[in-house]
T-cell receptor, first 113, second 114 residues
Framework: GQQLNQSPQSMFIQEGEDVSMNCTSSSIFNTWLWYKQDPGEGPVLLIALYKAGELTSNGRLTAQFGITRKDSFLNISASIPSDVGIYFCAGVHGSSNTGKLIFGQGTTLQVKP | NAGVTQTPKFRILKIGQSMTLQCAQDMNHNYMYWYRQDPGMGLKLIYYSVGAGITDKGEVPNGYNVSRSTTEDFPLRLELAAPSQTSVYFC?????????????FGSGTQLSVL
C-alpha cells in the first residue's frame, strides 16, 4: 500500500536556525499536507499543497509539492522555541473524494534557546 | 460548536475485553477518520468513512470495526483487546471538497491493554 517516508526522524537545532524536512513516497499523491502536533494534542494543519511544483508559504513556513508528485518538503526559517513539536506530512492518494489520508512517521523538532 | 468530540480520554482494558471508542462531530462533515499513534510514531489510518453508511479500511484495520449510521457519529469497536492495541487513538473529520482539506482532530483517547 501507499507509504510516506519522512526524514529526518528528529532534529535538535539552535534558535534562529533554518530547518528543512521532507517526505517521499513510491506512489503519486494529488495533495500534500503538512501538520504540526503539540504534546497531548491532535495535529493542526500548517500548509496544504494541491498542484505539482506548487510553492506555498505560511509565515516562516514554506512547503513545496514535488514535480514528480512523489515528494514534498517543508522549510522553517529563523526557528523559535515555540516551533518545538512533531511535524507530519500527509498525502491524499488519488481523488480527494476517496477520503484516504495517510501520514508520514513524523519529524520531532527540538529548538534550543 | 464543539468540533470533534472523543470519549473516553483514558481507558485501561484487560486482554480479551471489548470496548467502543466514541467520536462525534457537529460540523456536518462527510469524511471521518480513525487513526492510532504509537509512541514516537506517526498516525496510522485504521478506518475511514466518506459519508453515512460508507466505511473503508485504512492501513491497519485488523482487530477493529467501525460503523457510520449517521453523519455525526463514527464509533470504533475493539472486540478482543490485545496488548498490540495499546496506543493513542485520534478521530478526525473534514468537509471533503477541495480546497477545504483541513482535518479537525479530537483530543485523543489513550488506551492501554494489559
Amino acid at each position: 500500500g501507499q507509504q510516506l517516508n519522512q526524514s529526518p526522524q528528529s532534529m535538535f537545532i539552535q534558535e534562529g536556525e533554518d530547518v528543512s524536512m521532507n517526505c517521499t513516497s513510491s506512489s503519486i499523491f494529488n495533495t500534500w499536507l503538512w501538520y504540526k502536533q503539540d504534546p497531548g494534542e491532535g495535529p493542526v494543519l500548517l500548509i496544504a499543497l494541491y498542484k505539482a511544483g506548487e510553492l506555498t508559504s505560511n509565515g516562516r513556513l514554506t512547503a513545496q509539492f514535488g514535480i514528480t508528485r512523489k515528494d514534498s518538503f517543508l522549510n522553517i526559517s529563523a526557528s523559535i522555541p515555540s516551533d518545538v513539536g512533531i511535524y507530519f506530512c500527509a498525502g491524499v492518494h488519488g481523488s480527494s473524494n476517496t477520503g484516504k489520508l495517510i501520514f508520514g512517521q513524523g519529524t520531532t523538532l527540538q529548538v534550543k534557546p | 460548536n464543539a468540533g470533534v468530540t472523543q470519549t473516553p480520554k483514558f481507558r485501561i482494558l484487560k486482554i480479551g475485553q471489548s470496548m467502543t471508542l466514541q467520536c462525534a462531530q457537529d460540523m456536518n462533515h462527510n469524511y471521518m477518520y480513525w487513526y492510532r499513534q504509537d509512541p514516537g510514531m506517526g498516525l496510522k489510518l485504521i478506518y475511514y468513512s466518506v459519508g453515512a453508511g460508507i466505511t473503508d479500511k485504512g492501513e491497519v484495520p485488523n482487530g477493529y470495526n467501525v460503523s457510520r449510521s449517521t453523519t455525526e457519529d463514527f464509533p470504533l469497536r475493539l472486540e478482543l483487546a490485545a496488548p498490540s492495541q495499546t496506543s493513542v487513538y485520534f478521530c478526525a473529520s473534514r468537509g471533503g471538497r477541495l480546497p477545504n482539506e483541513k482535518l479537525f482532530f479530537g483530543s485523543g483517547t489513550q488506551l492501554s491493554v494489559l
